[in-house]
């Protein structure tokens, strides 16, 4: 238990920081120590902290419209759904609030689809592994140990295949199944890659039975991994995308797209109150249109092979197991299960300290803002270094 902390409901337990301040790739602490974050939010702000583009969009639609209501249309919904549907080549776009929340209209929209066309299937299949989010459906959609079980009973019509096996794929097909969930790099298992061979078998085969592939990009879209999506890196077209961390460079925003043969919501199916709302679709809008234009995405590119040659550096001299990931979401793996520790030590830094992300015990996970320099990119390294002579001795 922190001592900071007497009132909020316990769900995780925090360092004893507060921070207050951050600008591109820097936090600042209360105590004025400035931290060097490879974390940004997990993978949120493409663009580091409070860059002037979002200031500026926020600012600019605060003052001339924050919610007229999800039943009317507003300049910002549509604009930033024709930018997205202009940058991935999907028809149709919802806007939502989270990733979860994308990730359960996908499934819902592939069973509605699924009644109509497909005879009532609706059974999904994801992956070992996988992560979806925190709703109870997506907790049964994804495949963390222990997730069956904690808040059971749990939604039913969820399978699981593991992932570069295609036929623990075809195992978990049944004629119920309407759609194949998956994430191209598996980000919170720890930066595991889908194979390409693999990805273009799941996609032939998911034609062949009429199920839909559903990708869930809510942490590899919009400029992550050096292209505007994942699935560009894989050349497959998925049917159904989901999109939210980064979309919203930091504001609470996701996106749920899809091919035009399945807009089949009825009126009434889907909503939400916040969906939409015209505040954070101009924040969306703007990342979208600086983030996937080709030059900042060579940046990207750019940034993620020096992050890339770097880490191998560091795991040749300090031993460690590899290094692996897609543009700029990047894994370094431990010989033994200390990356809490070094996430600690690099915490503790001084006079500057470096934020990095343990997702597994073993595996250090970095996704630093896309917009990172080079110079910063050497820093984090050096910081990094450090942290891992501290921690592993
Ligand atoms: C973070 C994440 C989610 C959940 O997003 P929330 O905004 O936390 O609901 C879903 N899928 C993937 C792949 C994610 O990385």
Redesign the pocket.
């Known amino acids: 238990m922190s001592a900071l902390d007497e009132h909020l409901i316990t769900i995780t337990q925090r360092p004893d920081t507060v921070f207050v301040e951050g600008h591109g790739a820097w936090l600042v602490d209360e105590a004025g120590k400035r931290h060097l974050d490879l974390m940004q939010g997990?993978?949120v702000n493409s663009l580091g902290h409070s860059p002037a583009l979002i200031t500026e969009a926020l600012l600019a639609q605060s003052q001339r419209l924050v919610n007229p209501s999800p039943a009317y249309f507003n300049r910002p919904m549509l604009d930033l759904a024709a930018a997205l549907s202009r940058v991935s080549g999907f028809d149709r776009v919802f806007l939502a609030n989270?990733?979860?929340?994308a990730?359960e209209g996908a499934v819902k929209l592939a069973r509605r689809w699924g009644s109509r066309h497909r005879g009532g299937a609706h059974e999904v299949v994801g992956f070992e592994q996988g992560?979806?989010?925190?709703t109870l459906a997506?907790m049964s959609a994804s495949g963390k140990p222990g997730w069956g079980s904690i808040y059971a009973p749990m939604p039913t019509g969820f399978a699981k295949a593991r992932l570069n096996d295609l036929a623990s794929v075809e195992r978990a097909l049944t004629p119920r199944t309407v759609a194949v969930m998956i994430?191209f790099v598996q980000?919170?298992a720890g930066v595991v890659l889908a194979d390409p061979g693999f990805v273009r078998e799941l996609r032939a085969l998911t034609r062949e039975r009429e199920v839909l592939l559903i990708a869930?990009?809510?942490?590899?879209g919009v400029g992550r991994c050096g292209t505007a999506f994942a699935f560009e890196h894989y050349d497959v077209e998925p049917d159904i995308l989901?999109l939210?961390?980064g979309l919203g460079g930091g504001v609470?925003l996701?996106a749920l797209l899809c091919r035009e043969r399945l807009n089949c919501f009825e009126p009434g199916d889907q909503g939400g109150t916040f969906c939409g709302n015209p505040l954070m679709a101009a924040v969306g809008l703007a990342i979208v249109n600086e983030v996937c234009r080709p030059a900042f995405l060579a940046e990207v590119h750019a940034r993620s092979q020096q992050l890339a040659q770097g880490l191998q550096a560091i795991v040749r001299d300090h031993g460690l197991v590899g290094e692996r990931g897609l543009g700029l979401l990047r894994a370094l793996e431990l010989p033994s299960d200390k990356a809490p520790a070094v996430v600690a030590a690099a915490q503790a830094l001084s006079p500057v300290g470096l934020l990095i992300n343990a997702p597994r015990p073993h595996l250090l996970r970095l996704m630093p803002a896309l917009n990172i320099s080079a110079a910063e990119v050497d820093e984090g390294q050096a910081l990094l270094r450090e942290a891992l002579r501290i921690a592993l001795g």
């Open positions: 997990w993978a989270s990733g979860a929340e990730n992560f979806h989010g925190r997506m994430e980000g919170e869930d990009e809510v942490q590899t989901t939210a961390k609470p996701s």
